[in-house]
């Protein structure tokens, strides 16, 4: 089974500062890892997928991810915070031939001016 | 705007009742996913149809049930809502059964009071 641990539901950087969520998996057989957005009352939207290419995958809106397998980490990151990064975001984890998705518990971003 | 829409937007409704909240997927996605967002329990897939075929359930009461039609569209039922069915419920859809990057809606919020 998968499992998806998000290390800190409440993160808080300045804008212009690094952003950096934490996302730790479990998978007994090698994963497809996915980053959403949830911007407030709205639906999940796709930032960035790994499925067993590049490592360094990069996104949209400036953010990027990098699969280490020796970490079982995929941690996303953006160089510089913007208010409209302002939002939560869920880590998740499927494998081939799996069918869903599961998920983390989210981590909520906020930018201070 | 992912292209999978979800109605009603909002429903509140009694303990007890039944109510039916619909999906259409994306054109020419054949696969339909259900998942639960609640505060307590995080995002949860609940079952997925492919095709008008049932192909994978996860966490579902067995007071919940869902159908996809031939047009593609999917709706949920939920009976017997209890207060703890208060949830967002999304709706994603892909072009194929497995592994494939999901596209979710932007949600029906239901309040059971």
């Known amino acids: 089974a998968q499992s998806v641990t998000q290390l800190g539901s409440h993160v808080s950087v300045s804008e212009g500062a690094l952003v950096l969520l934490r996302c730790n998996y479990s998978s007994s057989v090698p994963p497809y890892l996915f980053w959403y957005v949830q911007y407030p009352n709205q639906g999940l939207q796709l930032l960035l997928k790994y499925t067993s290419a590049a490592t360094l995958v990069k996104g949209i809106n400036g953010f990027e991810a990098e699969f280490k397998k020796s970490e079982t980490s995929f941690h996303l990151t953006k160089p510089s915070a913007h208010m409209s990064d302002a939002a939560e975001y869920f880590c998740a984890v499927s494998t081939q031939g799996a069918q869903k998705l599961v998920f983390g518990q989210g981590t909520r971003l906020t930018i201070n001016p | 705007d992912s292209g999978v829409t979800q109605t009603p937007k909002h429903l509140i409704t009694a303990t007890g009742q039944r109510v039916t909240l619909r999906c259409s997927p994306r054109s020419g996605d054949l696969s339909v996913y259900w998942y639960q967002q609640s505060l307590d329990q995080g995002l949860q897939f609940l079952i997925q149809y492919y095709n008008g075929e049932e192909r994978a359930k996860g966490n579902i009461l067995e007071r919940f049930s869902a159908q996809q039609f031939p047009d593609l569209h999917s709706e949920l039922n939920l009976s017997s809502l209890e207060l703890g069915d208060s949830a967002l419920y999304f709706c994603?859809?892909?072009?194929?059964?497995?592994?494939?990057?999901?596209?979710f809606g932007p949600g029906t919020r239901l309040t059971v009071l």
């Open positions: 994603a859809s892909s072009p194929r059964p497995v592994t494939d990057t999901q596209y």
